[in-house]
Nanobody
């Protein structure tokens, strides 16, 4: 199974971007899919996650009220809608998936760069 993250780009402060995480390969129904990000010189941090069976969502405090994570089961895609973007949101965004509630994030996408200009 491979995860493909896409949708990054350059946007001005206050703008929006829509990131997608698509799975390819064998049929894949992960327990949970999450987005992480890593800014230059900083550690990778959690942004948002969605549990597949329940659609329960989780957000980092910095993402609450601005970002929305959702699942498109028909297309095996998880979307991160990012609104009201700020320069501090600039980072490489990665999607990751857990096979089960007992596993770590086993699968990672290659990352997509989000740049927010001031």
């Amino acid at each position: 199974v491979q995860l493909q993250a896409s949708g990054g780009g350059l946007v001005q402060t206050g703008g929006s971007l829509r990131l997608s995480c698509a799975a390819s390969g064998r049929i894949f129904k992960p327990y949970r899919v999450a987005w992480f990000r890593q800014a230059p010189g900083k550690e990778r941090e959690f942004v948002a996650a969605i549990t597949g069976s329940t659609n329960i969502t989780y957000y980092h405090d910095s993402a609450k009220g601005r970002f929305t994570i959702s699942g498109d089961n028909a297309n095996d895609t998880v979307v991160l809608q990012m609104n009201s973007l700020r320069p501090e949101d600039t980072a490489v965004y990665y999607c990751a998936a857990q096979r089960s509630h007992l596993s770590a994030y086993d699968y990672w996408g290659q990352g997509t760069l989000v740049t927010v200009s001031s």
